[in-house]
């Protein structure tokens, strides 16, 4: 077990009860997809996880440590085996692919060599071979902002693989991009999973995605998690009491 979420609650201060009570285990290995409508708590999970945001109460446990209760250095070196990928890139624009794959790695350099940007080889080397792991090295050299929707999301994917994550959390990584984009994303999240070992926790909204790379799957409904099993045990009875009657499946191929 790499982690352990136990009554995990989130209000935030406009009253918003986000996370009300979530139980979750995580195995070494496994591919979390996470679904649920817009609001349902999905984003609120990933951020409690890595402290990007603060639980409110409850627990979260990885690698045999309490995330809820570490602080200063500890935190940070224990965020360092958690990567986040999000929706929006998060990229410097005006920087190559290859520095903002390279930020990934700020963390764990020195100051001096964070400061001036003169890195070694190494670390270039190591960089270039996360570009290689999504398929993306050749545009290493390239400002970012010249970059495609889904060759960004794969540089971003590559900068989060710079810190040699234990766990990678994945916040919608697909919603603004096309569908064959999508499948090409999701493939590169797979074989990071089953060729690195890398665990996984993703945050999706298409089923047919999700049957496809998930190996269990967990939906919330308004902070509440109403389901957790195996992805194409969701027939259309647990898909209307997730996303509700008038709600339709749109698949992705």
Request: net charge neutral.
């Amino acid at each position: 077990m790499i982690l352990k979420i136990e009554n995990l609650h989130k209000i935030y201060p406009n009253g918003t009860h986000a996370l009300q009570g979530i139980d979750l285990t995580l195995n070494e290995g496994e591919f979390l997809v996470v679904i649920g409508l817009s609001g349902s708590g999905k984003s609120t999970l990933l951020r409690c996880v890595n402290r990007l945001i603060e639980p409110t109460s409850g627990k979260v446990l990885f690698d045999g440590q309490d995330v809820t209760h570490v602080h200063g250095a500890e935190l940070r070196e224990l965020k360092k085996k958690i990567g986040m990928v999000f929706q929006q890139f998060n990229l410097i624009k005006r920087r190559s692919v290859l520095l903002n794959v390279i930020s990934g790695k700020l963390g764990s350099l020195g100051t001096l060599e964070s400061l001036t940007e003169t890195f070694s080889q190494d670390v270039i080397d190591e960089a270039m071979e996360c570009l290689r792991t999504v398929g993306i090295e050749e545009k290493a050299g390239i400002r970012a902002d010249a970059l495609s929707g889904g060759q960004q999301q794969r540089v971003a994917i590559a900068r989060s693989l710079m810190q040699r994550p234990k766990l990678l959390l994945a916040d919608e990584p697909v919603a603004s991009l096309d569908p064959a984009t999508s499948n090409s994303i999701m493939q590169y999240f797979e074989k990071i999973n089953k060729e690195m070992g890398t665990t996984i926790i993703c945050n999706l909204h298409f089923l047919s995605l999700v049957r496809r790379y998930a190996t269990r799957v967990v939906a919330l409904k308004q902070g509440n998690l109403i389901y957790e099993g195996k992805p194409e045990d969701i027939d259309e009875k647990w898909f209307k009491t997730i996303y509700g009657d008038e709600a339709e499946e749109v698949e992705i191929r």
